[in-house]
Protein backbone atom coordinates (compact mmCIF):
# COMPACT_ATOMS: atom_id res chain seq x y z
CA UNK A 1 0.00 0.00 0.00
CA UNK A 2 1.33 3.37 -0.64
CA UNK A 3 1.88 5.59 2.13
CA UNK A 4 0.52 9.28 0.72
CA UNK A 5 3.72 11.11 2.70
CA UNK A 6 5.69 9.68 -0.36
CA UNK A 7 3.23 11.15 -3.06
CA UNK A 8 5.60 12.96 -5.95
CA UNK A 9 5.32 16.72 -5.43
CA UNK A 10 6.02 19.70 -8.46
CA UNK A 11 10.28 19.76 -8.61
CA UNK A 12 10.67 15.80 -8.65
CA UNK A 13 12.07 14.07 -10.61
CA UNK A 14 9.86 12.17 -12.68
CA UNK A 15 10.55 7.96 -11.29
CA UNK A 16 12.24 6.36 -14.95
CA UNK A 17 10.05 3.73 -15.94
CA UNK A 18 9.60 1.77 -19.53
CA UNK A 19 5.97 -0.08 -20.10
CA UNK A 20 4.52 -1.76 -22.99
CA UNK A 21 2.24 0.45 -24.80
CA UNK A 22 -1.41 -0.67 -26.61
CA UNK A 23 0.95 -2.45 -29.74
CA UNK A 24 2.77 -3.96 -27.51
CA UNK A 25 5.64 -1.59 -28.25
CA UNK A 26 8.16 -0.52 -25.08
CA UNK A 27 8.18 2.65 -24.14
CA UNK A 28 10.13 4.33 -21.71
CA UNK A 29 9.70 7.61 -19.90
CA UNK A 30 13.70 8.84 -21.31
CA UNK A 31 12.00 8.57 -24.70
CA UNK A 32 10.08 11.77 -24.04
CA UNK A 33 12.97 13.45 -23.08
CA UNK A 34 13.03 17.01 -24.68
CA UNK A 35 9.36 17.04 -24.61
CA UNK A 36 6.82 18.07 -22.21
CA UNK A 37 4.50 15.14 -21.27
CA UNK A 38 1.02 14.68 -19.04
CA UNK A 39 1.32 11.66 -17.61
CA UNK A 40 -2.14 10.38 -16.61
CA UNK A 41 -3.54 7.55 -14.32
CA UNK A 42 -6.83 5.50 -15.11
CA UNK A 43 -8.70 2.44 -13.37
CA UNK A 44 -10.01 0.63 -16.38
CA UNK A 45 -10.17 1.31 -19.90
CA UNK A 46 -13.36 1.42 -21.12
CA UNK A 47 -15.57 2.29 -18.02
CA UNK A 48 -17.31 5.13 -17.86
CA UNK A 49 -15.25 7.32 -16.14
CA UNK A 50 -11.88 6.48 -17.48
CA UNK A 51 -14.10 7.12 -21.08
CA UNK A 52 -14.96 10.41 -20.20
CA UNK A 53 -11.53 11.59 -19.33
CA UNK A 54 -9.38 9.83 -22.06
CA UNK A 55 -12.11 11.18 -24.61
CA UNK A 56 -11.69 14.58 -22.95
CA UNK A 57 -7.74 14.29 -23.79
CA UNK A 58 -8.95 13.24 -27.45
CA UNK A 59 -10.49 15.82 -28.16
CA UNK A 60 -7.83 18.37 -26.55
CA UNK A 61 -4.95 16.94 -27.54
CA UNK A 62 -4.27 19.31 -30.83
CA UNK A 63 -4.08 22.29 -28.64
CA UNK A 64 -2.20 20.12 -25.58
CA UNK A 65 0.03 19.09 -28.45
CA UNK A 66 0.06 22.62 -30.47
CA UNK A 67 1.21 24.10 -26.81
CA UNK A 68 4.03 21.16 -26.85
CA UNK A 69 2.82 18.26 -24.52
CA UNK A 70 2.31 14.83 -25.28
CA UNK A 71 -0.11 13.06 -23.48
CA UNK A 72 0.51 9.35 -22.04
CA UNK A 73 -2.07 7.39 -20.06
CA UNK A 74 -1.68 4.53 -17.89
CA UNK A 75 -3.46 1.91 -16.55
CA UNK A 76 -3.15 -2.11 -15.23
CA UNK A 77 -4.71 -2.81 -18.68
CA UNK A 78 -3.50 -5.58 -20.59
CA UNK A 79 -2.33 -4.31 -24.38
CA UNK A 80 -4.73 -5.90 -26.16
CA UNK A 81 -7.31 -4.13 -23.92
CA UNK A 82 -6.00 -1.17 -24.48
CA UNK A 83 -6.29 -1.53 -28.15
CA UNK A 84 -9.74 -2.13 -27.91
CA UNK A 85 -9.88 1.16 -26.09
CA UNK A 86 -7.95 3.10 -28.50
CA UNK A 87 -10.19 1.50 -31.71
CA UNK A 88 -13.69 2.21 -29.97
CA UNK A 89 -12.77 5.91 -28.86
CA UNK A 90 -10.49 6.55 -31.91
CA UNK A 91 -7.91 7.96 -29.17
CA UNK A 92 -4.98 9.30 -30.83
CA UNK A 93 -2.54 9.31 -28.28
CA UNK A 94 -0.60 6.18 -26.45
CA UNK A 95 -1.84 4.29 -23.77
CA UNK A 96 0.07 1.98 -21.33
CA UNK A 97 -0.03 -1.15 -19.93
CA UNK A 98 1.33 -1.88 -16.23
CA UNK A 99 -0.46 -4.97 -15.25
CA UNK A 100 1.83 -5.47 -11.97
CA UNK A 101 0.96 -1.79 -10.92
CA UNK A 102 4.83 -1.21 -10.56
CA UNK A 103 4.51 2.44 -11.78
CA UNK A 104 1.48 2.88 -10.60
CA UNK A 105 3.11 2.61 -6.96
CA UNK A 106 6.29 4.76 -7.95
CA UNK A 107 4.04 7.58 -8.51
CA UNK A 108 2.15 6.95 -5.59
CA UNK A 109 -1.42 6.15 -7.86
CA UNK A 110 -2.02 2.87 -6.14
CA UNK A 111 -3.61 2.88 -2.47
CA UNK A 112 -6.06 3.85 -0.23
CA UNK A 113 -8.79 5.73 -1.70
CA UNK A 114 -12.60 6.17 -0.79
CA UNK A 115 -15.51 4.78 -3.00
CA UNK A 116 -18.59 5.15 -2.29
CA UNK A 117 -18.07 5.53 1.09
CA UNK A 118 -15.98 2.61 1.36
CA UNK A 119 -12.21 2.73 2.04
CA UNK A 120 -10.89 0.51 -0.87
CA UNK A 121 -7.39 -0.01 -2.07
CA UNK A 122 -6.95 0.36 -5.74
CA UNK A 123 -5.85 3.01 -8.66
CA UNK A 124 -5.63 6.89 -7.22
CA UNK A 125 -6.71 8.78 -10.29
CA UNK A 126 -3.57 11.09 -10.77
CA UNK A 127 -1.68 13.37 -13.86
CA UNK A 128 1.47 14.57 -13.66
CA UNK A 129 2.90 17.30 -15.92
CA UNK A 130 6.76 16.48 -16.39
CA UNK A 131 8.93 18.82 -17.95
CA UNK A 132 11.59 18.47 -20.94
CA UNK A 133 14.61 17.64 -18.02
CA UNK A 134 11.60 14.72 -16.55
CA UNK A 135 11.06 17.01 -13.61
CA UNK A 136 7.70 17.22 -12.35
CA UNK A 137 6.09 20.70 -12.62
CA UNK A 138 2.46 19.58 -11.67
CA UNK A 139 1.32 16.50 -9.44
CA UNK A 140 -2.72 16.17 -8.91
CA UNK A 141 -3.99 13.16 -7.30
CA UNK A 142 -7.93 11.86 -6.91
CA UNK A 143 -8.68 13.93 -9.85
CA UNK A 144 -11.97 13.46 -11.21
CA UNK A 145 -12.70 12.03 -14.73
CA UNK A 146 -15.56 14.69 -15.31
CA UNK A 147 -13.79 18.08 -16.07
CA UNK A 148 -10.21 17.15 -15.62
CA UNK A 149 -8.46 18.07 -18.84
CA UNK A 150 -10.41 21.45 -18.73
CA UNK A 151 -9.10 22.19 -14.94
CA UNK A 152 -5.72 20.56 -16.19
CA UNK A 153 -5.86 23.39 -19.52
CA UNK A 154 -6.39 26.41 -17.11
CA UNK A 155 -3.38 25.32 -14.87
CA UNK A 156 -1.22 25.05 -17.69
CA UNK A 157 -2.44 27.88 -19.35
CA UNK A 158 -3.12 26.16 -22.64
CA UNK A 159 -6.05 28.12 -24.65
CA UNK A 160 -8.50 26.31 -26.56
Not at 26 to 38: E, F, M, T
Not at 82 to 89: A, K, N, P, S, Y
Not at 110 to 117: M, P, R
Request: a negative charge; charged letters at 25%; aromatic letters at 8%.
Amino acid sequence: MTDTTARIQAGDTAPEFTLVDEDGVSRSLADYRGQRVILYFYPEAGTPGCTTEACDFRDNLNSLKSAGYTVLGVSRDKPAKLRGFVDEQNLNFTLLSDPDSAVHELYSAWGEKSLYGKTVVGVIRSTFVIDEQGVVTLALYNVKATGHVASLRKKLGVDA
